[in-house]
């Protein structure tokens, strides 16, 4: 056999290659559930985004918190299944209207709808014009068991179970 300069000869590393693979397995498979919790969690909150904006131009056309509810469920359920009609009482969303000054729709200043057991407070600023209205929408996201994959794992680092989502969009009325 021959040898010429430069091709050393390598040892079998098919042992070590192996155990490197065990070792960085584990920390692969978290890494895959954490992109895949926050990726869905995005997805929602996405929906959720664009709830609050097409309900807030059907409220600038002077429709109520019930038609402004219609809405929001109508795009939830669309988007990823979430019921917010009829059964509001443990939907995990809250809805709240709020409207600058009292308008020819006798709509009142603020009126919410959803899920009593949830808080949802509407931001302070900015502040809501007298021709301006705003919906705000909250989504508890312990409603659906993708949000609890990491939460497997170690409880300290990563628990969407007690989170909410909390989205506002504000236009002018027409």
Known sequence: MIRTPGSARRAPRGGSVTLEFILVLPL?????????QFTVALLYRQ???????????VAGQGEGINGVAQVVDDVLRTAHGINVLPDNSSSGVRIVLEVGQSDAWGRP???????????CNPPATPTVGPNQVRVTICFK???????????NF??????????????????EKE
């Not at 692969?28 to 895949?36: D, E, I």
């Not at 996201?141 to 939460?151: E, I, S």
């Not at 300290?156 to 909410?164: E, N």
């Open 141 to 151: 996201l312990n409603r659906n068991p993708p949000f609890n994959w990491l939460h």
């Open 47 to 57: 929906a959720v985004s664009h709830a609050a904006t097409v309900a807030a131009r």
């Open 109 to 119: 200043a603020s009126s919410s709808f959803g899920d009593p057991s949830m808080t």
């Open 154 to 171: 170690n409880n300290d680092y990563v628990d969407f179970s007690q989170g909410v989502f909390q989205i506002s969009s504000l236009v």
């Open 28 to 36: 692969l498979v978290v890494t895959l559930f954490a992109v895949a």
